[in-house]
């Protein structure tokens, strides 16, 4: 089978996508459909320079059985467009949508007029191989794991199993990194991964829910270090790019898997090769020995999922960490010259204002360019939270309704609303204005990171006025 994988790139709150990075997930599936002897290529809109609307006709000259889309809440509206597009200009091809949002929204997906034959649920490699193998007449995809369709009945979905072993994987495609070649250092990053999955259950995180759909809820599954270090050295060799972005959900682990991080460390300290790292982590998991360690592999960014230095607020999203937890790991960071990337949570339907006042105070500390610069919980589809919780009328919030909250408190929700006409105006002006001008190259690598910073330390300083 001729298989298509489509990605429609955007970066955080639909901004354009910036660094450039390879869609791991999409590299993955092409690998083992490879393996499974299908000819299979992967389209990235940011990688190939498609526009958006661009992106069917480029799908449709490969004259594809099976085109898949990758889905998120930034694109989904664009993939929309796309698909249905893709179907008028080459209506032989079979069109399948996958990632977490489109796990999470099968059922709004395969709508009565929908452009798409089938969604698969969870990790798609499996799945997606079965229906590649299958052939492209949907009817034949009904019993597949974790792959829903619409039938003459209705929607019909049949729950993902739990996914493969690292070894099982295989080897995934390298074929976007001859796009990324084109970016300087500082501005591409290649996704990587040494684990799947999280020990956690934090309610409003949908990774923690992918796995309770699949069966294996908590469970992590452990690449070798010898096998990350080898495609470490495999890419520096062989495509010459050294900025490399670890996607775990959690690259730290437990406790008991300390001595593995190290090794992986030891690893890439050892192939002796200029290379940069950046990692997820929780809080609790930052420690001293780790942290050198993996420095001297290259280690410069970590994004640690803060959520709120306040201990009730922390609590109530079952995140079993603390704010003094919170501080200490950033310490930590700081103390070995890593940058800490802070996810935030700090907006919340119970939001106080004391709690507001005291997560501000600890980011004009550590600094607002620090954070991704999303502070509002949304509750997605599909994680605990979103099935939960109540809003401010009493009622139950519908598993659908993925942003369907209000704050508790209106003089909270008018601090949001000030709040987040700051933020936007900061973001507009990094990720559109100096982003397009980056991309011109009339502004330095260098020099897109400290404006940058300085926007969003500005955007801190103006929050006095709201939080201060
Ligand atoms: C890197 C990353 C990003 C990067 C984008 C990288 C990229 N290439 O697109 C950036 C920073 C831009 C980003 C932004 C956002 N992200 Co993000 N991101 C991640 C992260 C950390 C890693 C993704 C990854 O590579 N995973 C590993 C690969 C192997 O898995 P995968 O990509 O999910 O692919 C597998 C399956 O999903 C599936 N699959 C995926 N696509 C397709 C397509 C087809 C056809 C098929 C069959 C299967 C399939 O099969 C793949 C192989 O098993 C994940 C957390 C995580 N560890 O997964 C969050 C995560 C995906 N992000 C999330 C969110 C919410 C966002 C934002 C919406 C945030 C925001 N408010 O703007 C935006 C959306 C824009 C976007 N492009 O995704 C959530 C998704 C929640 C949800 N229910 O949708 C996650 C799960 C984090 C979390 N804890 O909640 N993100
Ligand atoms: S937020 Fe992080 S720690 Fe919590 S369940 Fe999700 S991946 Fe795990």
Redesign the pocket.
């Given at each position: 089978m001729r298989c298509v994988?489509a990605?429609i790139?955007?970066?955080?709150?639909?901004t354009p996508?910036s660094p450039a990075?390879?869609?791991?997930?999409?590299a993955?599936?092409a690998g083992v459909l490879a393996e499974g002897g299908h000819d299979v290529s992967i389209l990235d809109t940011l990688l190939h320079d498609v526009p958006d609307e661009g992106l069917a006709s480029r799908a449709a000259a490969e004259r594809p059985d099976i085109v898949?889309?990758?889905v998120?809440?930034?694109?989904v509206d664009d993939v929309f467009a796309s698909a249905r597009e893709l179907r008028r200009l080459y209506p032989h091809a079979a069109v399948?949508?996958?990632?977490?949002?489109?796990?999470?929204h099968c059922d709004d997906l395969l709508s009565a007029d929908t452009p798409f034959h089938g969604v698969?649920l969870?990790?798609?490699?499996i799945?997606?191989l079965y229906m590649a193998n299958a052939g492209a007449d949907c009817a034949m995809w009904c019993d597949i794991p974790g792959v829903a369709v619409r039938t003459s009945d209705g929607i019909r979905n049949t729950n993902p199993k739990p996914?493969l072993e690292f070894a099982a994987l295989g080897r995934r495609s390298y074929e976007q990194l001859s796009h990324l070649t084109r970016f300087p250092r500082l501005c591409y990053r290649v996704?990587i991964?040494s684990s799947?999955g999280c020990a956690h259950s934090c309610s409003f995180?949908?990774?923690a829910a992918s796995q309770r759909m699949a069966g294996c809820a908590a469970v992590r599954r452990l690449r070798s270090p010898t096998a990350v270090a080898d495609e470490v050295r495999h890419v520096v060799e062989a495509y010459g790019l050294r900025d490399f972005?670890f996607?775990?959900?959690d690259f730290l682990g437990q406790p008991s898997e300390k001595s593995r991080v190290l090794e992986i460390a030891r690893r890439i300290a050892e192939l002796g090769v200029d290379v940069s790292l950046e990692i997820?982590a929780r809080a609790d998991a930052v420690d001293e020995q780790v942290i050198e360690a993996l420095c001297r592999a290259g280690l410069q960014r970590c994004f640690v999922g803060v959520e709120s230095f306040d201990d009730a607020t922390l609590k109530m999203f079952g995140k079993k960490t603390s704010g003094h937890v919170n501080i200490r790991a950033i310490e930590v960071l700081e103390k070995f010259g890593v940058r800490p990337i802070l996810g935030m949570i700090m907006f919340h339907p119970q939001s106080t204002l004391a709690q507001l006042r005291q997560d501000h105070a600890m980011l004009r500390n550590f600094g607002y360019e620090k954070t991704q610069m999303?502070f509002r919980l949304?509750k997605?589809?599909?994680s605990r939270d979103a099935g939960q919780k109540q809003d401010s009328d009493g009622r139950g919030v519908a598993p659908w309704e993925d942003y369907g909250w209000e704050f508790d408190n209106p003089e909270i929700a008018e601090a949001w609303e000030k709040f987040d006409a700051l933020r936007l105006e900061a973001m507009d002006e990094v990720f559109v204005h100096m982003t397009h001008e980056f991309r011109n190259g009339q502004i330095t690598p260098e020099d897109f990171s400290s404006r940058s910073d300085a926007v969003f330390r500005t955007f801190g300083e103006n929050v006095d006025a709201i939080l201060g």
């Amino acid at each position: 089978m001729r298989c298509v994988l489509a990605h429609i790139a955007k970066g955080v709150d639909g901004t354009p996508a910036s660094p450039a990075v390879d869609h791991l997930g999409l590299a993955s599936l092409a690998g083992v459909l490879a393996e499974g002897g299908h000819d299979v290529s992967i389209l990235d809109t940011l990688l190939h320079d498609v526009p958006d609307e661009g992106l069917a006709s480029r799908a449709a000259a490969e004259r594809p059985d099976i085109v898949g889309y990758s889905v998120n809440y930034s694109n989904v509206d664009d993939v929309f467009a796309s698909a249905r597009e893709l179907r008028r200009l080459y209506p032989h091809a079979a069109v399948v949508a996958g990632g977490s949002y489109a796990t999470f929204h099968c059922d709004d997906l395969l709508s009565a007029d929908t452009p798409f034959h089938g969604v698969v649920l969870g990790e798609g490699e499996i799945p997606f191989l079965y229906m590649a193998n299958a052939g492209a007449d949907c009817a034949m995809w009904c019993d597949i794991p974790g792959v829903a369709v619409r039938t003459s009945d209705g929607i019909r979905n049949t729950n993902p199993k739990p996914g493969l072993e690292f070894a099982a994987l295989g080897r995934r495609s390298y074929e976007q990194l001859s796009h990324l070649t084109r970016f300087p250092r500082l501005c591409y990053r290649v996704a990587i991964e040494s684990s799947r999955g999280c020990a956690h259950s934090c309610s409003f995180c949908s990774i923690a829910a992918s796995q309770r759909m699949a069966g294996c809820a908590a469970v992590r599954r452990l690449r070798s270090p010898t096998a990350v270090a080898d495609e470490v050295r495999h890419v520096v060799e062989a495509y010459g790019l050294r900025d490399f972005w670890f996607m775990d959900a959690d690259f730290l682990g437990q406790p008991s898997e300390k001595s593995r991080v190290l090794e992986i460390a030891r690893r890439i300290a050892e192939l002796g090769v200029d290379v940069s790292l950046e990692i997820d982590a929780r809080a609790d998991a930052v420690d001293e020995q780790v942290i050198e360690a993996l420095c001297r592999a290259g280690l410069q960014r970590c994004f640690v999922g803060v959520e709120s230095f306040d201990d009730a607020t922390l609590k109530m999203f079952g995140k079993k960490t603390s704010g003094h937890v919170n501080i200490r790991a950033i310490e930590v960071l700081e103390k070995f010259g890593v940058r800490p990337i802070l996810g935030m949570i700090m907006f919340h339907p119970q939001s106080t204002l004391a709690q507001l006042r005291q997560d501000h105070a600890m980011l004009r500390n550590f600094g607002y360019e620090k954070t991704q610069m999303l502070f509002r919980l949304k509750k997605y589809k599909g994680s605990r939270d979103a099935g939960q919780k109540q809003d401010s009328d009493g009622r139950g919030v519908a598993p659908w309704e993925d942003y369907g909250w209000e704050f508790d408190n209106p003089e909270i929700a008018e601090a949001w609303e000030k709040f987040d006409a700051l933020r936007l105006e900061a973001m507009d002006e990094v990720f559109v204005h100096m982003t397009h001008e980056f991309r011109n190259g009339q502004i330095t690598p260098e020099d897109f990171s400290s404006r940058s910073d300085a926007v969003f330390r500005t955007f801190g300083e103006n929050v006095d006025a709201i939080l201060g």
